[in-house]
């Protein structure tokens, strides 16, 4: 991995860290699934925009299909298990477990023989997490049943990214980032559309909640994800 890979996947990485503290903030006013169908709407928007603007064309039909499984791994389930959790744990713990995610994409990979699983790799996603633990300064919190599930929620989370990737990785062969990127946010908003239309009379509609939403869904979600499948391009899916 080159030095300039390096440096993008550092601001990636700090970008969606900070996401934690805005569905912290969310996540109560509009729900787990409101907050994920919104913030996918958004990014499909901001992504839709980008397509027209740079007149890139959409996918086929035919790969809609796996562009929908894309997004239900790197998207819908991650957005909303992350959601649900940051109703009951602090910000730093989300951001913890989510720092797991390389070891699943390394595991995944190794699995279907994308990647070799070495010794190395292995020692340095033990390293990362650690070195997330002891940045974010990680408090006492009370071990209750709802923590441990929100806490198994977050490793699902994790998890998924990490497969994820493995299938972002191969989407980027076939297919511009850009458009893949619309596509996917296209995809899970639609996934979405019925349980966020059902969240609606729950919202509280406050500014910090509807503030918080616009960065997730414009910046951490739409821009971003568009910057990591131009990454995902140069580097094994792993190291993303």
């Not at 934690?20 to 913030?39: E, K, T």
């Not at 007149?55 to 790969?63: E, G, Q, V």
């Not at 699943?104 to 633990?133: H, K, M, N, P, Y």
Request: net charge positive; hydrophobic share 60%; proline share 6%.
């Amino acid at each position: 991995m080159k030095t300039r890979h390096f440096v993008q996947l550092i601001g990636l990485s700090a970008l969606w860290g900070a996401s934690f503290p805005l569905i912290r903030i969310a996540s109560p006013s509009l729900g787990p699934l409101g907050l994920a169908g919104l913030r996918c709407m958004l990014a499909a928007a901001v992504l839709s925009l980008l397509m027209y603007v740079l007149r890139h064309r959409w996918p086929t039909a035919k790969a809609w299909p796996q562009l929908a499984v894309l997004a239900l791994l790197t998207v819908v389930s991650p957005f909303v298990l992350f959601n649900w959790a940051g109703l009951v744990l602090p910000a730093g713990y989300s951001a913890v477990l989510n720092a797991t995610a390389p070891l699943f994409g390394i595991l995944g990979a190794a699995a279907v023989g994308d990647e070799r699983l070495t010794l190395q790799r292995v020692s340095g996603c033990v390293l990362g997490f650690a070195g997330v633990a002891l940045l974010v300064q990680l408090g006492p919190v009370a071990v209750t049943d709802r923590v441990v599930l929100a806490a198994l929620a977050c490793t699902a989370a994790a998890a998924s990214y990490g497969f994820g990737a493995i299938l972002m990785k191969r989407a980027t062969h076939a297919h511009e980032p850009l458009p893949a990127s619309a596509a996917v946010h296209v995809a899970a908003a639609l996934i979405l559309l019925l349980p966020t239309g059902a969240s609606v009379p729950r919202m509280d509609l406050n500014p910090a909640a509807l503030a918080a939403v616009a960065v997730l869904g414009l910046v951490t979600s739409g821009f971003m994800y568009w910057v990591s499948m131009r990454l995902m391009r140069e580097i094994p899916a792993s190291a993303a």
